[in-house]
Structures are given as structure tokens and as C-alpha cells.
């Protein structure tokens, strides 16, 4: 029977992208909010026997934890087969460990919430710390798509005499695969974050930074800070002006205005988050994973 991809709002551009290489059906989930703040979420009738994917990022994700485990209920409730969840953007992963007294360890709770209502999860490179793959946090089969060869493809083809830059240490596996990806040099930036909004950079001297285009990459832009002092510094240092590479577009508050204002060249994100700066499609890998993660849980079911 035909997979059906059901759509929280927003997400519905990327269900028929992905329906289109899977061979799926889509449909929208109805999520309405009464005054009071609880949800209702309606979703379509004729379930029974089917597989269901679906398809919520997790930007904001508070107000869609319960949604989604009415929906998964819902669906099992209507006769869906296997329930599985594609969040390209998948929240509450950073706090895996206790780093002052009373703290919850959010990525473990937060992954068992999830096993609850889904037999599976793809999602697009999870923002990790200590914790060196999702198997170690879920259960349930889940696959993470890396982003960094579309990135690679899109720097090639549009920025070809970019220097990549990396924010901080952390990412510097990450950078280095894209830019070896790309052909093209890459550094690393040392960060010290000093609070939520507080962050800043040094900028490495470089004789290729002063021929070729920066592009600095980064996997979250949340606040926004590492861009903007980055791109200061840069500038400050004479540089062309940067671009800005980002898989995942949170953007809270003004961030891209902000980033914008700094003296960004172009901004552009992957479609894990819709925003008007996606520009590089993650539905391919994404259906990829989404039909392994499928055949796994079926044969272990």
C-alpha cells in the first residue's frame, strides 16, 4: 500500500518534494489552537494499513511535542501500519549531560518522548556534543542524513574560490569533509561564548583569505552571534564580503536581519527549517533514509 507523508503546517513543500521521489501520497495535518493553548489535531481517515511518515520540524519545539504524540496516537488508533518521524530539524539534543546541580538531561528524555509514539526517525545532522551517534540516545532505528555534500555541491557550482570557514574546534571534521568535498582550503575559528547572545572569534590569518570569497559555514544559526562576529572580523580584516552557509535556519528573534546588517553577502540555509534563504533541497537523501529506516523497523517488527 502507498506510504502516506502527513505534514504538520509549514512542512507541506517538502512532503511533495519527498512524495515525488518515493512514490508517496501527502496529506496536511490539521493542527488548530484554541484560546486556552491546548491543540486539536485532526488528521485524515482512511489510514488502515498504511505506512505513515510524519513530517514536523522541531525549530519551535514545545508547542509540538504533544501534537505529535497525538498524531502518532492518532494514526495507530486509525489503523496505520508503522508511524514513523522525519524531523530535518530535530530539537533538545545539545543537553546530554547535568552541568549544574537540578538540571534535566533534555537529548535522553527527550528521545525516549519521542520512541513513545514513532517506530522510527530520520533527521538532518543533529546538533551532538558528547554523544558521538543517535544510536547511543534512541532505541527505535534512527538515521542521520548529512547535509555535507549538498553543501559541498552548491559552494563548488556558485562560490568557486571560497575559503570555508568553520565557527569553532567542534566543527572542524565537518568543515574539512565539505571543503575536501568542494576542492577548496577551509580554516577553523576559535570561539568563547559567554552567554546566550555573547560570543565571539578570532579570525585566523590567511593568505587565501585575502584572494578568495569567505563562506562561513555553521550547522545552527540561532542567535546569530558567531555569523555576525565572524563576519566583523573578516571585514575588518579586509576581506570580500561573506557568505553565509547554514544547515539549519532557527533564526530567533532578528538573527537574520541581524546577520544580514552585518555585512553578509548571501545567506543560505537547507530546507530543514522553512525560511525564505532555503536554498539547497535535502529531499533527496532524506527519501533515501526514509525508505531504509522503513525496511528496518519492518524487519524487526
Known amino acids: ?99 549544574a546541580l537540578g538540571q534535566a538531561v533534555a537529548a535522553p528524555l527527550f528521545a525516549k518522548f519521542l520512541e513513545d509514539s514513532f517506530d522510527w526517525l530520520v533527521t538532518v545532522d543533529p546538533h551532538l556534543h558528547r554523544v558521538p551517534s543517535l544510536d547511543r540516545v534512541f532505541r527505535i532505528p534512527a538515521i542521520r542524513v548529512q547535509s555535507a555534500p549538498l553543501i559541498a555541491d552548491w559552494i563548488a557550482r556558485e562560490v568557486p574560490d571560497a575559503v570555508i570557514l568553520g565557527p569553532d574546534s567542534e566543527s572542524q571534521q565537518w568543515v574539512a569533509e565539505v571543503a575536501r568535498t568542494a576542492g577548496r582550503p577551509y580554516e577553523v575559528l576559535t570561539k568563547v561564548r559567554s552567554g546566550d547572545w555573547q560570543v565571539d572569534v578570532s579570525v585566523p590569518e590567511s593568505d587565501a583569505l585575502k584572494h578568495g570569497t569567505p563562506v562561513v559555514l555553521d550547522d545552527i544559526a540561532s542567535s546569530g552571534r558567531t555569523m555576525i562576529r565572524a563576519m566583523e572580523h573578516l571585514i575588518a580584516a579586509g576581506t570580500r564580503s561573506p557568505v553565509c552557509v547554514i544547515i539549519h535556519a532557527v533564526f530567533a528573534g532578528s538573527a537574520y536581519e541581524d546577520i544580514l546588517a552585518a555585512g553578509a553577502a548571501r545567506v543560505i540555509t537547507t530546507d530543514s527549517i522553512p525560511h525564505q534563504t532555503n536554498v539547497i533541497s535535502l529531499a533527496d537523501p532524506l527519501a533515501a533514509s526514509i525508505a531504509h529506516a522503513m525496511n528496518a523497523r519492518l524487519q524487526t517488527h
Open 1 to 99: 500500500m502507498t506510504p502516506l507523508i502527513l505534514a504538520f503546517p509549514e512542512m507541506e513543500a517538502l512532503a511533495g518534494d519527498l512524495a515525488n521521489r518515493m512514490s508517496a501520497e501527502t496529506a496536511a495535518i490539521d493542527l488548530h489552537r484554541f484560546p486556552d493553548g491546548e491543540s486539536l489535531v485532526t488528521l485524515p481517515k482512511k489510514l488502515k494499513g498504511r505506512d505513515v511518515i510524519v513530517l514536523a520540524t522541531l525549530r519551535d519545539p514545545d508547542p509540538l511535542a504533544l501534537p505529535l504524540r497525538f498524531a502518532a496516537a492518532t494514526a495507530r488508533e486509525l489503523g496505520a501500519k508503522l508511524v514513523g518521524l522525519v524531523a530535518p530539524y530535530l530539537a533538545y539534543m545539545r543537553q546530554d549531560k547535568r552541568f
